[in-house]
């Protein structure tokens, strides 16, 4: 069973930055999307950024021009630097893939992490 493992949540004042990173237990071969999403209490999930095998990236309008999605392909990794934090960017974020097929043939249709918290206090 492969997991997803986020690390770099925490606790930061606004206007701070924070960098999260997720790297698969497994040796992914493919995937369709891989990326970031956020929950924060009493919301809906919702997607952050998230970046396409061919390498184009998609994000939430309240992050764009704030976060940056990129990935290490050797490393299987994918980072999302997030500057200028504001108080609502507070949530648990999820790293996500989809589509994924591991280097030993097996297939999911999605993967989760567990999440990371992020708290920006004003």
């Known amino acids: 069973q492969v997991e997803l493992v986020e690390s770099g949540g925490g606790l930061v004042q606004a206007g701070g930055s924070l960098r999260l990173s997720c790297t698969p237990s497994?040796?992914?071969?493919?995937?369709?999307?891989m990326g970031w999403y956020r929950q924060a209490p009493g919301k809906q999930r919702e997607l952050v950024a998230t970046?396409?095998?061919?390498?184009?990236?998609t994000y939430a309008d309240s992050v764009k021009g704030r976060f940056t999605l990129s990935r290490d392909s050797a490393k299987n990794t994918v980072y999302l630097q997030m500057n200028s934090l504001k108080p609502e960017d507070t949530a648990v974020y999820l790293c996500?893939?989809?589509?994924?097929?591991?280097?030993?043939?097996?297939?999911?249709?999605?993967?989760w992490g567990r999440g990371t918290p992020v708290t920006v206090s004003s």
């Open positions: 996500h893939a989809d589509g994924v097929v591991l280097g030993n043939g097996d297939r999911y249709f999605e993967l």
């Open positions: 970046v396409r095998l061919g390498g184009s990236t």
């Open positions: 497994g040796r992914i071969f493919s995937f369709n999307d």
